[in-house]
């Protein structure tokens, strides 16, 4: 990439890690392999982080002398502390999933399977669980309805 290239790439790639960061549903990074580097910033930017155990995290750009530019220096802080972010970023450590979990940087490292989509089966059990968007809908008027009444209620997708 020609140094002329460099800022505008840098801005795109910040706006649209930003706008993921901004989006008003939960949204679920799943690593299944690398996140380096603006990888890494993606994957922060979401809600929650889910990664197989094997996957590979880190800000790495302090080996090519340049500092993580789309985020992932307030975002990496946020979720691990302000000491062990300067340590990674500093020293452009890469870790798996196993520590990743450890230091709170995913919320849960899974064992790999041979189709190599754990984090992604994980994530998508995650997304299973949260209860969806349904303001103003039938179904939200019927889910009222029905605690008022005691009773489950029946959705219809409206």
């Known amino acids: 990439m020609h140094q002329s290239e460099v800022g505008p790439f840098v801005s795109k790639a910040r706006g649209l890690i ?4 901004n989006l008003p549903m939960p949204t679920i990074a799943a690593i299944d392999g690398a996140a380096l580097g603006g990888g890494l910033e ?6 929650i982080r889910v990664s197989s155990n094997n996957a590979k995290m880190g800000l790495v750009e302090a080996k090519l002398a340049i500092i993580p530019g789309a985020g992932g220096t307030q975002r990496l802080p946020r979720c691990i502390g302000v000491a062990l972010a300067k340590e990674l970023i ?15 940087l995913v919320s849960h490292s899974v064992e790999q399977n041979p189709s190599g989509d754990a984090a ?5 059990d995650l997304a299973r669980e949260f209860n969806p968007q349904v303001i103003p809908t039938k179904d939200r008027l019927e889910g009222l309805a029905a ?6 209620p029946h959705f219809k997708g409206e």
């Open 90 to 104: 500093f020293a452009a450590r890469v870790v798996d999933g196993v520590e990743a979990c450890r230091l709170g």
């Open 120 to 124: 992604y089966l994980r994530a998508l």
């Open 42 to 47: 993606m994957a922060l930017s979401c809600d």
């Open 18 to 21: 930003t706008e993921l960061g």
């Open 147 to 152: 605690f008022k009444e005691k009773r489950t």
